[in-house]
């Protein structure tokens, strides 16, 4: 079968005209070769929206109305002080997790072990707190910098095995998750377990060990201990030499190990500021918000720090909007949990839904489709 | 002796959704596609098998009905990979988390958790009709991959969709099928897990066992009996957990279940160690194929 | 008669560029018909229309006087339209027959062994079927794309570059096979920037440049002077220059061997020097060892085994891409989109990273966005860095030109004492080449030793002052020059 030469376009839209085969419309994908700012904002701006209509839809099929969603929304975020305060308390350790994420992302790492990390590094945290090792007055830096050790020290196998023979970070690091949580386990139904009410968790740390409170709602220095590490990563990423190769290497790493940029010094240096900036995680949910360390402190964060990361763009101040975000949308949940029985599981499923929408965005900054008729 | 018996009896339990799930990754990354979802796949189709047990079906339509969740699964993923043309990794990442959130949502609304369902029951020594029929489907993968003209468009597509396409071979078409065909598969482990092995819905009830099986693809350099071997000493090591435990040894429990998690590390550094892995995998793995690109 | 192949009034544009602007092409059975242009004239993008590879946005395509709308290479070869590429579209791992079989799913294996075979015998082609592709010469492979389009029933045949890849001797020979399936037949299209193989083995000649058709001829009527201007637009033809004065020893390579990958053999103890002030001409056919050469010279590669020796600095074998760039040593990448550019980053970026490294813009902490642009602009201007909208466009919007222009740019920050060039102009355009061989020539004449790898001879010639024949992964003979050209080329396939 022959089709005639030519094909108008008003006839390639589909409708058969007599005398002729219908035609079948195929799509042709094409390269873009160049985007404007403006399209990619648009585009960005587009799959959020998406996004959040497909949620607000999800749970209108739960039973949570879109009026009730909004007003639950300003009653948990806004509404008073406190609620603010929570918010922002919430924010702090998401800070904190989307910013480790983060950092091995713009390196190009794909680290996937933000549990395992966040795990031992507050293991290694409670050492210090419940053998009580050193000082009072040093304890909580020791802890800090124990906690920043042990998430390096967790990490440094991943990225060894990366570096060197090239084995799979997404995979390593997340079946190290596995393996810090059972370590977890061993400890809490084993030699730190509370041993005032048996329960499976360690001691409450001592005032010394826990991050002391601003003065305001239930703020601790958690928030400002993250914001400044925001604020010292964003001036890393836009002022410094670091930063600008780091981003060579993410955009052309071949290119920038031949003009002689030493990728393997800024991939390790990238790799362990993840790995520390994870452990810190943990240390800020142990000692900043619980006290203690429990046994599903870290549940949660893996999942929440790669889609602050990957909304916030791997920019300082993208993660920390979508920090906030993700505080109000975990609040929000558990708030619908109470009062419509909604299960706590839908706010994982709306992150889901985010990651994939704006993963989807991406096609439509990549390429442009049209359509052709074809015999 | 009964300590070697028990273990070895309950060893091929272990293995089958091994097995069948590395099955399943080696048909789609054949075709190209780094499939980093199997975790998700082995949820949908784990949940699936509990929901329709606790429906009543009976165990073999359940693990149809996994399957089919996996098949399921498995097309929103060919829409993101093949269609899309979004990054493999984010987009296997996101199906996880998703599945994860899906299935832990669905069982709290149908209140599936923790409700203990009949299983599979025993044919033969004590193993039930899908642990015979994995080395049958073991055979039909390699069939598959290397005897029919489906299997060499496949092979092709993973190794150079270009010329592929030169060939005229649909590649969005072929990678869609392979992505769903493989995602059944995996679909399919996990619903033999549920209700083959825990016979019980908990979330994340897989465990891992999805990023275990992608390793093992890899230790088996992408080939199905090699892949069947690999799952059979991950069965081992998996039965021997509640073995020991059973008798009542001193051995710290938890250091005991990372076990499996420690030997796939191991089992990955071995693989990259020996190095020759270039040549198995396929040539265009991870890599996305579109047409009228200007080169 | 009704031509065998013809495309009418095609026009392809990609993402706003105009690539094919009207062009009809035609190709009659039993003739050779060439297709010259230079690089990004347009050429392979119409053989792809005709060969069912991409869609003309206007125009349409005729087999033998009728209409037909192609579906795909598959499609048009059942048609009869077969396109050998210039990058093979073969499956490595496949043997010969599957390869075979991929692209012609319909017929059983055995009679499309039976068809291989006496289609092979016919080309004098000589090729067992269960071989691994990848373990096949080039040319070889190439014979293996004639045989698929052929086996899939094609009468018009069309050759993308095919020479590009072989050495004189096997182009000679793959001239004499186009010309047998000619006179068997079949229409054959050659598509090539070569004015000799234009001029000496075609029936017809169709020059394009700029996506429209400038001219159509025969052989008889034009020469090579009229087929220059005409693909060019202008009569410009680059006259070698010899060094004034050649200096002492800068780089030396002494049995440096290099395992190649995919299983191709690397460096067998290659061993040149190469002086100040000096172009040295790698010359040979692809896969001798040139991508290894280059590799263990940019220090992407340790060698496994020599000394690769640096004047002042002793052996480096061991150091990395970053010592040698502190030694002196720059690098233009065969792939300068792979290797040569960050592609998402913007013009001022990549320009700027030789001055980074160099704490021209601070230290560690600091990265100084200003100076760093401002340099970038003098860069763009000093090179003649054309399309650069503004600094912090995507340095892969450029044309491959001004693309190798960046890279030139940066490579020569600094005044480097030792520049390796891997196939510096290939997919360039006369006017691009010759404005990277300017700048080759003037690093040259500032004292530099620099190394040029190049399988086209032609530019080897046009380059160097002393040439170096690669075969096997050795130099087997080295030449000054003037060299004679003939005997190079011997050397090039001559085995040991």
Same mark, same amino acid.
């Given at each position: ?202 001691? @409450? ?50 290119? @920038? ?69 993700? @505080? ?48 | ?73 498995? !097309? ?16 296997? !990442? ?202 | ?5 013809? /495309? #009418? ?8 560029? %105009?690539? /094919? ?33 991409? =869609? ?13 709308? /192609? #579906?795909?290479?598959?499609? $048009? ?39 291989? #075979? ?16 990848? =373990? ?104 070698? $220059? ?21 299983? %191709? ?111 970038? $602009? ?15 466009? %995507? ?9 190798? #222009?960046?890279? /030139? ?88």
């Amino acid at each position: 079968m022959t089709e005639a030469p030519g094909v108008e376009r008003s006839q390639a839209i589909g409708i058969a005209t007599a005398g002729r085969p219908p035609l079948r419309l195929v799509p042709i994908l094409e390269r873009r070769s160049t985007i404007g700012d403006f399209e990619r904002i648009s585009v960005y701006g587009a799959s959020l929206i998406v996004a959040a209509l497909i949620s607000i839809s999800l749970l209108a099929v739960a039973g949570v109305a879109p009026s009730a969603l909004g007003s639950e929304i300003a009653t948990v975020a806004f509404s008073s002080p406190r609620a603010l305060g929570s918010v922002l308390a919430q924010t702090a350790p998401f800070l904190i997790a989307g910013l480790a994420t983060a950092i091995a992302f713009r390196a190009n790492f794909w680290n996937i072990g933000l549990e395992g990390q966040m795990i031992f590094g507050a293991i290694c945290a409670s050492v210090v707190a419940i053998y009580d090792i050193g000082p009072e007055w040093l304890r909580l830096p020791l802890m800090m910098i124990a906690a920043a050790v042990g998430g390096m020290l967790w990490i440094a196998g991943p990225g060894y095995l990366k570096l060197k023979i090239g084995v799979s970070e997404v995979i390593t690091t997340l079946l190290l998750n596995y393996v810090a949580f059972n370590l977890l386990l061993n400890q809490l139904y084993g030699p730190w377990q509370d041993p005032v009410s048996r329960f499976p968790h360690t001691e @409450a740390y001592d005032t010394a060990e826990r991050m002391p409170f601003l003065g305001w709602e239930n703020l601790s220095w958690a928030l400002p201990f993250a914001v400044v590490l925001m604020l010292g990563l964003w001036w890393v990423y836009s002022m410094s030499r670091f930063g600008y190769l780091t981003d060579l290497m993410r955009s052309n790493r071949e290119m @920038a190990r031949a003009v002689g940029v030493p990728v393997v010094g800024l991939s390790i240096a990238a790799i362990l500021g993840s790995g520390a900036v994870g452990g810190l995680t943990g240390f800020a949910i142990t000692a900043g918000v619980e006290g203690r360390m429990t046994q599903d402190f870290f549940t949660g964060y893996l999942f929440a720090g790669v889609l602050i990361a990957f909304l916030g763009r791997n920019h300082p101040l993208g993660v920390a909007a979508f920090a906030i975000f993700m @505080a109000i949308l975990l609040l929000v949940g558990q708030s619908l949990q109470v009062f419509f029985q909604v299960p706590f599981s839908l706010v994982q499923l709306i992150q889901a839904i985010f990651i994939v929408c704006v993963a989807g965005s991406q096609f439509f900054l990549t390429y442009r489709m049209h359509w052709r008729g074809a015999a | 002796m009964d300590f070697l018996a028990n273990w070895a009896a309950s060893i091929p339990a272990f293995a089958v959704p091994f097995a069948l799930a590395a099955f399943g990754l080696i048909i789609s990354e054949k075709a190209g596609v780094l499939n980093l979802g199997a975790e998700g796949f082995m949820l949908a189709g784990a949940l699936a098998g509990v929901g329709l047990m606790i429906a009543g079906a009976p165990p073999l339509l359940a693990l149809a009905g996994a399957a089919m969740a996996g098949a399921a699964m498995g !097309l929103l993923f060919a829409v993101m990979v093949a269609g899309l043309r979004i990054d493999h990794v984010i987009s296997g !990442l996101a199906l996880v988390f998703a599945s994860g959130a899906l299935t832990s949502f669905i069982a709290a609304q149908y209140r599936w958790t923790n409700t203990a369902i009949g299983g599979l029951e025993p044919v033969l020594l004590e193993q039930d009709i899908v642990v015979f029929a994995t080395p049958f489907i073991c055979l039909a993968v390699v069939w598959l991959l290397q005897r029919t003209r489906f299997g060499l468009a496949i092979r092709a597509v993973g190794e150079n969709p270009g010329a592929a396409d030169a060939a005229g071979i649909d590649v969005t078409n072929v990678r869609f099928a392979a992505i769903i065909l493989g995602a059944a598969l995996i679909g399919l482990a996990g619903g033999y897990l549920t209700v083959a092995v825990t016979r019980i819905w908990v979330d994340g009830v897989v465990g891992g066992r999805g990023w275990i099986a992608i390793a093992l693809v890899i230790f088996a350099r992408w080939h199905p009996w090699r892949a069947l071997l690999g799952a059979l000493l991950f069965g081992c090591i998996e039965a021997l957990i509640p073995r020991i435990a059973a008798t009542g040894a001193d051995v710290p429990r938890y250091f005991l279940q990372m076990t499996p998690y420690l030997a796939t590390l191991a089992v990955m550094v071995w693989a990259a160690m020996r190095g020759s892995d270039r040549w198995a995998q396929p040539a265009a793995l991870g890599q996305h194929h579109v047409r009228e690109d200007r080169t | 008669m009704a031509a065998a192949l013809a /495309l #009418k009034d095609v026009t392809k544009v990609f993402g706003g560029f %105009r690539a /094919l602007d009207r062009i009809s092409f035609s190709a009659t059975a039993g003739e050779v018909h060439a297709l010259l242009g230079e690089n990004g004239a347009g050429k392979s993008t119409l053989m792809n229309i005709a060969s069912g590879i991409y =869609t003309p946005d206007e125009g349409h395509i005729e087999i033998d006087g009728t209409p037909v709308v /192609l #579906k795909g290479a598959r499609d $048009a070869a059942l048609r009869g339209v077969g396109m050998v590429h210039q990058h093979f579209k073969l499956v490595r791992s496949f043997s010969v027959l599957d390869n075979l079989r991929l692209f012609n799913p319909q017929t059983a294996p055995s009679a499309l062994s039976d068809r291989a #075979k006496s289609l092979a015998a016919q080309m004098g082609f000589n090729i067992d079927l269960a071989r691994t592709v990848g =373990t096949l010469g080039v040319a070889e492979q190439q014979r293996v794309e004639i045989l698929k389009v052929l086996v899939a029933g094609a009468q018009i045949v069309i050759l993308d570059e095919p020479t590009a890849v072989l050495s004189d001797e096997e182009g000679n020979a793959l001239m004499a096979l186009v010309r047998s399936l000619a006179d068997a037949g079949n229409a054959v299209v050659l598509v090539t920037h070569k004015l000799n193989e234009a001029l000496f083995h075609s029936d017809r000649i169709t020059v394009i440049r700029s996506g429209r058709k400038i001219v159509g001829t025969i052989p008889s009527e034009t020469d090579a002077k009229r087929l220059t201007t005409d693909i060019v637009g202008e009569y410009l033809v680059e006259e070698p $220059a010899l060094s004034a004065a050649a200096g002492s020893v800068r780089l030396g390579l002494v049995e440096v061997q290099q395992p190649g990958s995919d299983g %191709r053999k690397g460096l067998r103890g290659a061993s040149f020097n190469a002086r100040g002030g000096e172009i040295y001409g790698v010359a040979g056919v692809a896969g001798n060892g040139q991508d290894e050469l280059a590799d263990v010279l940019s220090g992407m590669a340790a060698p496994e085994a020599g000394k690769i020796e640096i004047a002042g600095a002793g052996d480096v074998a061991a150091d990395g891409p970053d010592a040698r760039r502190r030694h002196g040593v720059a690098t233009i990448p065969v792939d300068r989109y792979r290797q040569g550019l960050a592609g998402g980053m913007s013009v001022a970026d990549n320009l700027a990273v030789r001055g980074a490294l160099a704490g021209r813009y601070g230290g560690w902490s600091r990265f100084d966005r200003r100076a760093a642009r401002k340099r970038a $602009a003098e860069l763009v201007e000093s090179f003649e860095i054309q399309g650069v909208r503004s600094l912090g466009q %995507r340095s892969a919007l450029l044309s491959g030109g001004n693309a190798q #222009k960046l890279v /030139l740019a940066r490579e020569f920050e600094g005044d480097p004492s030792i520049v390796v060039a891997h196939s510096p102009t290939r997919g360039l355009d006369v006017r691009a080449s010759a404005a990277v061989h300017g700048r080759l020539r003037k690093a040259r004449d500032r004292g530099a030793a620099v190394v040029v790898i190049s399988e086209d001879l032609d530019e080897i010639m046009l380059l160097s002052d002393r040439i170096g024949v690669l075969s096997g992964g050795r130099i087997t003979a080295e030449f000054s020059a003037p060299a004679d050209r003939a005997a190079i080329g011997q050397a090039m396939v001559g085995h040991d």
